[in-house]
C-alpha cells in the first residue's frame, strides 16, 4: 500500500512539475501583469470605503500632531494602506477582500481611537499582533507581522528568542491580504518562548533588494520594540520563502543562531533550466551579477552557521538543498538535509517535528562569545563582513573574494586571501583570547606582519591591513588615493534602491527629443513599477527643486540628458563617461546622441557618500516577475542603450554597450 502511495503522488507530482509556472512565463513577448488587475469595486462600496478611509486620515492627523503619539503611527497606517491601495490600485482580486478591507479599517480606526486617549493595548498584546515601521528606502509604511508568546512578560528583563519566518510567493499578496493573514494565521512553527516575526518583504520578490532591506529594517524595529536575544536570532521560511533563507543564510551568515530553509531556489541557472524549463543565454554582465544572490557562490559562508534544510520527497524544489549540498561538498561540509517521506511541496508533519527538535537543540547551546575560525566569502563589497573580519576592498568585483582568519594558539592569528585588497579584523571587548602582556604574531598569505598591535585591556584586538602589489602592509589605505569602491557604495545599478532614493524629473527639454520622450517614458515606468513591485510610492522633484538636504541623505536619480536635467548638467563633467548633445562617449567609444542613452550608477560628485544614478530604477523588468529566481539584476554600472529600439518585458531598449567601472571608478578598456 505504501509503495503504491508512493508511485502515484510521485506522478500527480511530476505530472504538475511539467506545467511549472506555465511554458507561457518563458515567452517575453507576451508577458502577462503581475499582479493581475483585480475585481471592480461596485459603486455604492467604493463611496463606503472611501468615506471610511477619509474618517481614518482624520484621526491619524490628530495622532501625527502629538509628538508623543507619533512613534506608534505606522501601527494604525498600515491598515489604512492595506485598504486604501487596495482600492486605489484596483488590488481587490475576490468580492471577500472587500469586505476584509471595512474590517481592516475599522481596526484602524479602533487603534486610533485608542491611541488618542491613551491606549495603545496592541503594544502589551501577545498572540498575533501586525505592526509597521517607515522605511529608509522610500518612507513609506510597511507592515509586519509577530506572533508574541504568552510567556512574553512585558514588564521582564528576560530576552527572546526570535525566528524570522519568510512567506512563499503569492501573486495577490497585496497589503490587505497579508496582513489579514497576519491577524488570522500563526504560521508554520511557533516554537515556545520564541517570538516568530513575519515579514511582508515588499510583495513577491523573493526578498531580495528593498525586499532585502525590509526584513533588516524589520528585524530593527522589532528590537526596538520588544526583548530580544541578539544571539538568538534565527531565519527559516519554505518555497519562496525558503529561497530567501539560503539568501540571508550565505550573505548574513553572523547573524543568526541557526537557518531552517525549505525548497525554493538557491541559485539562477539550474533552477530556471529544471523547474521553469526555461532556455538561458545570459550575457556576460548578467552572467556575472548571478553572483550577487547565487548562495551556491556563498556557500562556504555556512562553516560560521548551523543549517537544517528541508525538501519534500518528491517536490521538484528539492533541487535547492541538492544543489547547495553540492555547493557545500566541494567545500568539505556535509549538509543536514530534513527529508519529508512521499511529500510533494509541503512540510511532512513528521519532518516538521525533526527540524523543531534540532533548531531547540541548537538554541539550547550557547553561541561562542568569539570565533575562533572564521571564513568569509563574497563577490561583492555589499556583503563584506562575517564576526570579526572585514573586506574593505576587493582586486576586482564579481570575481570570488575569500578570507580564512584563525586565531592559532593564543596569541598568533593566520590569514589568507584571495581577491582581497583591504581588509580589517576586530575582535570586540572582552572575547580576545590573546594574553594583553604579549606581542601578538599576525600572518597574512605567507606574511609575517612586524608590529601588529597587542590585545587591549579590554580584551579587544584589532588591526587594519592593506597591499600594494603582493605585499601587506599595517594600517588603513592612505586616504589621498581618490574614490574606491567600497562597502554599500560598490554598485551595480540596483543598490542605489537598497538605500533611501529620490526620482529627480527634468524639467528642460532634451538635446534629442528621441531620447528625451524615451527618458520621460522610462521614468513613469520606473514610478509605476516601484509602487507595483516594491510597495512604495517613488519621491520624485523636480530638478530645480531638489535640495542640499535631499543630496545629503539620498541616492539620486537623474533622468533625461544633460540639457534637460539642471542636476546632470551640473556634474556632467564630473562622470567618466561624457554625454553632449552630439554623442555619448567612453573612452575611446562614441555612439551618437541622437538616437542613444545613457544609464548609469556613479558616487554622486554633489556628494560621494552617496550613489547618483542616470535613467534607471531596478533593471529587471516584467518578464522576471514570474519567476523570482529571475528577479537579478540585468544591468552592471553602466550602459549605452539605442532607442530606436523600444523598451520591452526585458530591456529598456537595445544594449549596444555595457560594463562594469574598474575599483577605482574608472572606465575599464573596452571589451574584446
Known amino acids: ?111 486610533a481611537d485608542g491611541l488618542l486617549a491613551d491606549e495603545a493595548p496592541w503594544v502589551h498584546s501577545t498572540g498575533l499582533v501586525v505592526r509597521g515601521y517607515r522605511s529608509k528606502i522610500d518612507g513609506s509604511i510597511q507592515p509586519y507581522g509577530l506572533v508574541v508568546p504568552e510567556s512574553y512578560d512585558f514588564h521582564g528583563s528576560r530576552k527572546f528568542r526570535l525566528d524570522v519566518w519568510f512567506h512563499g510567493r503569492g501573486e495577490t499578496l497585496s497589503e490587505l491580504a497579508f496582513v489579514n493573514q497576519r491577524m488570522h494565521s500563526p504560521g508554520q512553527y511557533t516554537p515556545r518562548d520564541t517570538i516568530v516575526l513575519h515579514p511582508y518583504g515588499r510583495y513577491s520578490n523573493a526578498f531580495k533588494f528593498a525586499g532585502e532591506v525590509d526584513v533588516l529594517e524589520a528585524i530593527e524595529d522589532v528590537k526596538q520594540r520588544y526583548r530580544i536575544d541578539d544571539d538568538m536570532i534565527s531565519v527559516r521560511g519554505f518555497s519562496m520563502g525558503g529561497a530567501a533563507c539560503w539568501q540571508f543564510a550565505t550573505h548574513y551568515a553572523d547573524r543568526w543562531f541557526a537557518a531552517n530553509p525549505g525548497a525554493g531556489f538557491a541559485e539562477t541557472e539550474e533552477f530556471l533550466r529544471t523547474f521553469q524549463g526555461e532556455t538561458l543565454n545570459p550575457t556576460w554582465y548578467e552572467r556575472k551579477l548571478w553572483n550577487m544572490y547565487d548562495c551556491t557562490d556563498y556557500a562556504a559562508n555556512l562553516y560560521n552557521l548551523p543549517t537544517v534544510a528541508y525538501s519534500g520527497e518528491i517536490d521538484k524544489q528539492k533541487q535547492a538543498a541538492d544543489i547547495m549540498a553540492k555547493a557545500l561538498n566541494a567545500e568539505g561540509m556535509t549538509l543536514t538535509h530534513v527529508i519529508g517521506p512521499g511529500a510533494a511541496h509541503h512540510i511532512e508533519p513528521g519532518a516538521a517535528k525533526i527540524i523543531e527538535a534540532k533548531l531547540d537543540s541548537i538554541a539550547a547551546t550557547p553561541r561562542p562569545a568569539l570565533r575562533r575560525r572564521v571564513q568569509l566569502v563574497t563577490y561583492t563589497l555589499r556583503y563584506n563582513r562575517m564576526y570579526w573580519v572585514t573586506i574593505d576592498g576587493m582586486g576586482e568585483h564579481w570575481s570570488r573574494a575569500r578570507v580564512d582568519a584563525a586565531f592559532v594558539g593564543d596569541n598568533a592569528v593566520t590569514v589568507t586571501t584571495k581577491n582581497v585588497t583591504d581588509l580589517t579584523l576586530d575582535v570586540p571587548a572582552g572575547t580576545s583570547p590573546a594574553a594583553i602582556d604579549k606581542p601578538m604574531t599576525l600572518t597574512i598569505d605567507g606574511q609575517a606582519i612586524p608590529g601588529a598591535p597587542q590585545t587591549e585591556t579590554d580584551h579587544s584586538w584589532r588591526v587594519q591591513l592593506y597591499r600594494e602589489g603582493d605585499t601587506w602592509k599595517l594600517g588603513g589605505r592612505p586616504l589621498d588615493i581618490g574614490l574606491r569602491k567600497s562597502h554599500d557604495m560598490q554598485g551595480p545599478i540596483d543598490d542605489a534602491f537598497m538605500d533611501s532614493f529620490i526620482f529627480v524629473r527634468p524639467t528642460g527639454r532634451a538635446a534629442n527629443d ?30 530645480t527643486e531638489l535640495t542640499d538636504l535631499q543630496i545629503a541623505n539620498a541616492n539620486i536619480v537623474l533622468w533625461g540628458d544633460p540639457s534637460s536635467n539642471a542636476v546632470m548638467k551640473k556634474i556632467a563633467d564630473k562622470l567618466p563617461i561624457k554625454w553632449t548633445g552630439d554623442a555619448i562617449t567612453a573612452g575611446d567609444r562614441k555612439w551618437p546622441a541622437a538616437n542613444h542613452g545613457l544609464i548609469a550608477i556613479y558616487p554622486n560628485p554633489l556628494n560621494p557618500s552617496r550613489y547618483v544614478v542616470l535613467n534607471s530604477s531596478f533593471t529587471y523588468r516584467e518578464f522576471a516577475y514570474l519567476n523570482n529566481a529571475r528577479q537579478v539584476p540585468k544591468l552592471p554600472d553602466w550602459a549605452v542603450i539605442d532607442v530606436d529600439t523600444p523598451p520591452d518585458a526585458l530591456w529598456p531598449g537595445k544594449v549596444v554597450d555595457a560594463d562594469f567601472f574598474d575599483e577605482a571608478w574608472a572606465l575599464k578598456p573596452a571589451r574584446k
Open 1 to 111: 500500500m505504501r509503495i503504491a502511495f508512493r508511485i502515484v503522488a510521485i506522478a500527480l507530482c511530476l505530472a504538475s512539475f511539467a506545467l511549472a509556472d506555465g511554458p507561457g512565463d518563458n515567452v517575453a513577448d507576451s508577458v502577462r501583469r503581475i499582479p493581475k488587475l483585480g475585481i471592480e469595486v461596485p459603486a455604492e462600496q467604493k463611496a463606503e470605503l472611501e468615506k471610511r478611509l477619509a474618517d481614518l486620515v482624520g484621526r491619524m492627523q490628530q495622532v501625527a500632531q502629538d509628538k508623543h503619539l507619533i512613534e506608534l503611527l505606522p501601527d494604525i497606517v498600515v491598515f489604512y494602506k492595506a485598504a486604501h491601495d487596495a482600492l486605489a490600485y484596483q488590488e481587490f482580486f475576490n468580492e471577500r477582500e472587500i469586505k476584509t478591507a471595512f474590517t481592516l479599517i475599522d481596526e484602524g480606526v479602533k487603534r
Open 514 to 543: 528621441k531620447v528625451g520622450k524615451w527618458a520621460g517614458a522610462e521614468l513613469e515606468h520606473a514610478i509605476e513599477h516601484w509602487r507595483r513591485h516594491f510597495r512604495g510610492e517613488a519621491r520624485v522633484v523636480n530638478d
